[in-house]
C-alpha cells in the first residue's frame, strides 16, 4: 500500500509571489476613493473652511453679542452712533463694522443675519429634497399615469411666477400675526422656509427621476424582485441607496440659491419678521444711503458672496470626487501632471490585483 506525503510547508515561488503582491494591496471603499479625491482639491476644501466659518459665527453670534462687544440686543439703537445729520457713523473699536441706518450695531447684525439665512436654507433645503426626491423616485419606477401626472404637475409649477406667488403667499400670512391656514403656517423663518421650499422641488425631482429610470432596468432590480421584494422596497432599499452621490451635489448647489432667495424676499421687505435679522434687509435699507456709509452695503454683501461662493465650490469639488468621469479638461502643467500620476497609481493597483490570482493559481 503506496503512501502519499504532502508537504504542506513548502510553497512555490508562484505562490510566495502572489502574497507578496497581495501585501501590498489594500482596499478601498467607495467613500474612502472618494474622500482621496476630493481632499485633493483644495479650492474645495477651502470652501468646506469658509462654511464651517461661517456656521461657527452663526451659533456664536450670541456669545460674541453679549462677551466681546457688549451688545447684546441686535435691535437695540446707540444714539451715539449717529452724527448731527443721523448718518450712522463708520467702523471703530466699539463698533467693528460700523452702525446700520438705524444706529445699530451692524457686526452683530451681520452675525445673526448668517443664523437666519442658514437656518432659513437648510430648512428649505430640507423639504425640497424630501418632496422631490420621493416623487422622482415614484415617477421615474412606476412611469404611466403616475409619471404623467408628477410630471405634469412639475410643468405646472416651474412654470409659475414664482418671486410673484412668493410676494403674494408672504405678505397674505405674513400681515396677521395668526398667520395663515387656521394658524398652521405663522409669519417668520417657517413661512420663507415654506415658501422657498414648495416652489423649488421639481428641479431636484426631474434629476432624481432621471436616474431612477436608468437604475429600474439594471440587473440587481430585477435579482431583488425574483427575490420577491415589492416595490416600496426595490424603491428605498435598492434603488435610494443609488442615488445618494447626485442628491448630495444638488443639495449643495440648492443651499446658495435658497440664501439669496430668501435675501431678496428680505430685500422687499416681505422676508422674515423686521425684528429679525437679514442680510437682505440690511442690504435694503442701506440702498439709499450706501454712497456716504458704504460699511452698510459692504459687510453684509461680502458676507452673502463669500457664503453663496464657499457652497458652489464644495458643490463643484464633490461632483468631481463622486463622479471623477464628468471632470473638466486639465489645463496646466501641474494639473496634469497630477492627473497622470493618479491614474498611473490607479493602473498600477488595478494590474497587481488582476495578477496576484493568477500568480497564486501558477499560471505563467
Not at 442658514?118 to 409619471?147: H, N, P, S, Y
Request: glycine content about 10%; aromatic content about 10%; overall charge neutral.
Amino acid at each position: 500500500m503506496s503512501k502519499v506525503v504532502t508537504d504542506s510547508t513548502h510553497e512555490g515561488p508562484a505562490v510566495g509571489a502572489a502574497d507578496g503582491a497581495l501585501a501590498g494591496v489594500e482596499g478601498k471603499t467607495p467613500w474612502q476613493l472618494f474622500w482621496r479625491r476630493f481632499r485633493r482639491d483644495k479650492v474645495a476644501l477651502v470652501g468646506l473652511f469658509l462654511i464651517g466659518l461661517m456656521i461657527f459665527a452663526a451659533l456664536s453670534a450670541g456669545f460674541f453679542a453679549k462677551n466681546v462687544v457688549h451688545h447684546p440686543d441686535p435691535n437695540q439703537f446707540y444714539f451715539e452712533m449717529l452724527d448731527e445729520f443721523g448718518l450712522p457713523l463708520g467702523p471703530n473699536a466699539q463698533f467693528w463694522f460700523g452702525a446700520d441706518p438705524a444706529g445699530r450695531d451692524l457686526f452683530i447684525q451681520v452675525l445673526y443675519g448668517a443664523r437666519t439665512s442658514l437656518i432659513v436654507a437648510f430648512f428649505a433645503t430640507g423639504i425640497e429634497v424630501i418632496i422631490g426626491v420621493v416623487l422622482g423616485v415614484m415617477a421615474g419606477f412606476f412611469r404611466g399615469k403616475v409619471d404623467t401626472f408628477i410630471s405634469r404637475s412639475m410643468d405646472v409649477v416651474l412654470s409659475l411666477p414664482v418671486l410673484l406667488l412668493a410676494l403674494g403667499l408672504v405678505s397674505a400670512c405674513g400681515l396677521q400675526p395668526e398667520g395663515c391656514l387656521g394658524g398652521l403656517i405663522k409669519p417668520g423663518l417657517l413661512l420663507v422656509s415654506y415658501v422657498i421650499g414648495l416652489f423649488s422641488w421639481p428641479y431636484i425631482a426631474r434629476i432624481v427621476r432621471g436616474q431612477v429610470l436608468s437604475l429600474r432596468e439594471k440587473e440587481f432590480v430585477e435579482s431583488a424582485r425574483s427575490m420577491g421584494a415589492g416595490n416600496i422596497r426595490i424603491m428605498f432599499k435598492e434603488i435610494l441607496p443609488n442615488l445618494v452621490a447626485p442628491i448630495i451635489v444638488y443639495t449643495t448647489l440648492l443651499i446658495p440659491a435658497n440664501i439669496l432667495f430668501e435675501a431678496a424676499l428680505s430685500y422687499l421687505g416681505i422676508g422674515v419678521p423686521i425684528t429679525t435679522p437679514s442680510w437682505g434687509r440690511l442690504l435694503a435699507d442701506s440702498s439709499h444711503i450706501f454712497d456716504v456709509a458704504w460699511w452698510t452695503m459692504f459687510f453684509p454683501g461680502v458676507f452673502l458672496l463669500i457664503t453663496t461662493l464657499a457652497f458652489n465650490l464644495v458643490g463643484d469639488g464633490l461632483r468631481d470626487a463622486l463622479d471623477p468621469r464628468g471632470q473638466p479638461p486639465a489645463y496646466g502643467k501641474k494639473e496634469r501632471r497630477r492627473r497622470e500620476k493618479e491614474a498611473m497609481e490607479e493602473a498600477a493597483e488595478l494590474e497587481t490585483m488582476v495578477a496576484a490570482p493568477a500568480a497564486e493559481s501558477g499560471s505563467p
